[in-house]
């Protein structure tokens, strides 16, 4: 009815259609306020209480116990690099487990602030496979441990949650939060860019246990990167990005419609093995990954022969598959199924997958 | 036909109209892309159209020579407070003029990061005007002089552009750019959260002379910092601000309509004018500042008697005259009439206040 398309972006990428039919709906005359949203004062008592309902839904759905902050930041997961190394470490000393590129650059950040530390990586692998415990060398003296949950580019993601001892776990969750329920006590900070399963680009959700922010950090520590500042002011420290956190409530609501984080784990995993499984029966594609290591979200698919996966990106593109070439550190495809694609969208994938294989091989 | 109100709003305020009913119009789906700009990958071939267009349109409308950079950043002004210090304080000094609370934030902040001298300040004045050049307490080795153009709080303006030598001047332009022509090759750099006179919040516009800028910061700069490896990256460092982009970009197209800064001054001047007429020639009301510091944008306003601002407040609010209330730094009433506050709004309001007067005179 809109002439939409099925868009595979790994970011920023699809929301739920009523999210942005009520967001058309709200544009000229939010709920009878006389405005728009967006032209909002961020102090006003209408915005108040849609960011104070977009945080307690957060919560909720991801059941987030009451000494955990939840703060509204803007600047990326990128800007989260540096505030996690600014901020969690306390004496210098932190573990990184790189399993891709963002939390490479993780890494190489945390390397301005203090000693971080390589527990393990699968570079070697080309990212294929997330590493196992006993291959993770942890210092029990380091501040943190820091993980990206899932690997955008990569396609693959922690099927486990590493032990860390008593050291608290940071975790990158940018291209997985909301996709399936997540146990959050199990981490010290979880942060995420919102551009994959919350809300445009531009809010970055940080979600930190208490006891592990402290005002009184390093001089040269700008005031905005300052969590326990951040938090102080319930994200208001300045003007945060209102918009996006509108957008952001009317995921969450959606989700609560849908059942949940169960329901939507559900139907996650039933997108993702419908695409998994038919390129298991392809001949002509495959996907590099580890099986146990694998990603819901972002699933990379390749042909061995460099012009067919561009033929295929070609057709896929024209028939309305958007988005749909892999990263270049990976090569072929990837297909980023966020919760926002339809199952749908999925199906018609595959079946185009095997239309173009039975004309290709 | 919307039941819209007048928002006097310091921040986020009133958008365009044209503008708001174009996004909502595109929200389903942008020009025949099958999907909304929230959903467009930063790096697709459709976005890039869009941020380049708004990159542009600045550059036009501003007449931004080619030596400057332009950046669409995060974090608002109160970011670049720190970013400002970290980049161009080369020598480690800087001088900073205070006439309100966001310069007094500024220069605080870039205390954190070298040598920032109080170079003038109206503190002792309540900040009720600008101080003069033969105020200002310059250094000729200063790497360079900050100051705030509008001082949205108090309601000031510089009526003139302080004379700083060879030393470059930094412009927080939150609350006044795009109001009416400034010549830019007088400044180092100019920022300006977007959330008054450009977009929603969420985005920060940056303009920086390209020799000011250099890729080699002290080691403890995050790299989402460092503006050389944000101006080389062409805001695309990681994933920008999409949406507020292209709302700037829908800005900058009604200002261009309109006629550019000239015509838009010219727009601007006439509202203030009917205000601050209006407030001279009333009994009950008048605005503290002086007349030479008066700020075209944010025009405060009270009574002697506090009962009696309390009831205008109250009443002017349930007029449908919103966000009215001055700063608690002011008291009284505040009326922030931003570009896109039509003159029928600060009509109604001069109209409002002269009933209000005659009834409580």
Redesign the interface.
Known sequence: M????Y?F???????PLPV??Q??DD???YQ?????V?????R?KVYDAIIKQAEADLREVMNIPDNYKVMFL??????Q???VA?NIMKTGKADYIVTGQFSGKAYK?AQ??GDAHLAATTKEENFTRIPRQEELDLRPDADYVHICFNNTIFGTKWDYIPDTGDVPLVADMSSCILSEPVDVTKFGLIYA?A?KNVA????TIVIAREDLLREDL????????NYATMAENESM????????IY?CGLVLNWIKNLGGLEAMKKINEDKAAMLYDCLENSKLFSNPNDKASRSMMNVTFRAEDDEINAKFVKEATAA?F??IKGHRSVGGMRASIYNAMPTEGVAALCEFIKKFEAENL
């Open positions: 809109y002439n939409r398309i868009n972006s790994a970011g920023p990428s699809m929301l942005l039919e967001a058309r544009m000229m005359n009878g306020s006389g405005m728009s967006m032209e909002m004062s961020h006003s803007q600047g990326g997961a990128s800007m690099f540096a505030n600014m950040e301005k602030f860019g551009q445009p680009a531009g809010l390093d001089k040269a520590v700008p005031t905005m990167c420290y300045n003007t945060p990005p209102c918009y996006p957008i309305g958007a988005n």
